[in-house]
């Protein structure tokens, strides 16, 4: 028995993880189609990947891969500042900047890669980063990379923002307002026109992750494009892992917001360029964004056909959230949906709030309008069974200055 220190920590913290229910397990999963999953041998229809418009499979998004594997080489052998800069990136960073309507745009090496970088570049120690507390993991990091003054608002709130702002603006130099477009776990929109307008009063810079919403939302262009006129947001971070079907991240924004970030992101210099296959994949994906509206609407539409069959909101992206309360009500109906053959995850703490456990529903492209029907009688099934878990019941304190998605408990 060689049970050092090293060993004996991390044990204790995983069973600390299990008494809580919240222990977490890679499962085996591989996806034969897009919409079709073999999940630890059993084969299921998924609704819980985010491969939206159904590219990772999509035939010319994987010869352009293969192709570009084939002549510049599986990997991209240094970072893009010193000779991992193949000719593919101009190419895709050109796809963004017209798809986004901006001056210039850097790919990263994946979105969460693109938000350490953006946030801890553009702010440091005298300025203010305001967050949407339900913001991912990744912006609470950057913005706690950059030393700048971190502080969240309640979620969508723009009140408890403008309030913030009123107190804590006028002590730093500048500041940040940053939210997601769509939120990942939630499924819901921010307001991005009335935080545009904060912003300009207050004379902030507004940042978003899109990373749900290019693809899907704005005719594909993004949040900023779900509106009359395309919304005033300074840096428009986002990833090409989801809708776009391959790998990467992006920030979009002005030449000079670019140039610095080309300079000075750590994320970025000191990372290795992304495998040619990824890149030219991703060209392909958004190729296939600005030239297939019809594509585009259907995860939206398969939303709105679930939440209407179960007399639910109407869906305002492709992610619809089914609050189940405690992270063992969310395992249970996660599995009852499974034995039926539906891979639906259950989402817990740390991911979420404590007491916010739920279901989390994401509709592709590449599901049927009949497959998501079929769905949603599984889901009326669950309630009929006997309710899974009490909802939202708030059985623990979420500290909202520090982020719920950021784990740093010891
Ligand atoms: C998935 C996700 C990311 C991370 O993107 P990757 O390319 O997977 O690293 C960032 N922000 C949000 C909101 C996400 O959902």
Known sequence: MNDSTLDRHARSRLALQQRRGLLRELRQTSREECAAVIDN???????????????????????????????????????????????????????LIELKGTDDAVVFGSG???????????????????????????LFAG????????????HNDMQHLTSLLGQQRGGHRHCLIVTEGVFSMDGDRAP??????????????????????????????????AHDRPVAVDVQIGTLSKAAGSY?????????????LRNRARSLVYSTGLPPGAVAAA??????IASDPQRVAI?????????????????????????????EGALRASHRLR??????????????PAGTSRLRVTFSAAHSQAQVLQLAAAVRALDEQGPPAAIATDNGHTDRARSPRADTSP
């Open 192 to 225: 991005l026109p009335a935080l545009a307008e904060t912003a300009r009063q207050h004379d902030a810079w507004l940042v978003t992750d899109d990373a749900h919403a290019l693809g899907v939302i704005g005719g594909g262009r993004g949040s900023g494009f």
């Open 41 to 95: 041998g059993t084969r299921l229809l998924s609704f819980t990947c985010n491969d939206y418009l159904g590219l990772s499979h999509h035939p010319e998004v994987i010869a352009a891969s293969v192709a570009a594997t084939q002549r510049f080489g599986a990997g991209a052998g240094a970072s893009r500042l010193v000779t991992g800069n193949h000719p593919l990136y101009r190419s895709l960073e050109q796809a």
């Open 299 to 327: 995860p939206l539409q398969h939303a709105r056909t679930f939440t209407a069959a179960l007399q639910m909101p109407a869906a305002q992206s492709a992610i619809v959230a089914l609050p189940m309360g405690t992270p």
């Open 112 to 138: 969460y890669l693109a938000s350490l970088g953006a946030l801890s570049t553009l702010a440091a120690a005298p300025d203010l980063i305001l967050l949407d507390e339900l913001c991912h993991s990744c």
């Open 143 to 154: 913005a706690a990379l950059s030393a700048a003054k971190v502080l969240s608002y309640r």
């Open 248 to 260: 990467g991240g992006y920030v979009c924004g002005s030449r000079p917001v670019a140039d610095l």
């Open 339 to 352: 034995d039926q053959g539906f891979l639906v995850v259950a989402i817990r703490p740390p991911t979420v």
């Open 283 to 288: 060209i392909a994906g958004l190729r296939i």
